[in-house]
């Protein structure tokens, strides 16, 4: 079965950096587009950043030129660079991916920017 696993998380001070990591299992990882979103208290859950199968990137606007969103299909796994963090960037973060028209999530990390 589709497992999304994320790892990474923590408190760190604005200005700092994080690499999030996202370890993926039970499809043919290469072929997928995968994702990542937060989502911080009492609000929506937003998309942060997304690489197709082919590499492409998008990224929310909020993050843009901050975080790099890649990808090791050697090793099944996306990553988040986060850099010059900011404490409205604290949020629980989750990886996605959609198979077989179902979307899948892990089950989040906790990052919090603070001083």
């Known amino acids: 079965q589709v497992q999304l696993v994320e790892s990474g998380g923590g408190l760190v001070q604005p200005v700092g950096s994080l690499r999030l990591s996202c370890a993926a299992s039970?499809?043919?990882?290469?072929?997928?587009?995968m994702g990542w979103y937060r989502q911080a208290p009492g609000k929506q859950r937003d998309l942060v950043a997304r690489?197709?199968?082919?590499?492409?990137?998008n990224y929310a606007d909020s993050v843009e030129g901050r975080f790099t969103i890649s990808r090791d299909n050697a090793k099944n796994t996306v990553y988040l660079q986060m850099n010059s963090l900011k404490p409205e960037d604290t949020a629980v973060y989750f990886c996605?991916?959609?198979?077989?028209?179902?979307?899948?999530w892990g089950q989040g990390t906790q990052v919090t920017v603070s001083s």
């Open positions: 996605n991916t959609v198979y077989d028209r179902k979307n899948y």
């Open positions: 039970g499809f043919i990882f290469r072929i997928y587009n």
């Open positions: 690489i197709t199968s082919g590499g492409s990137t």
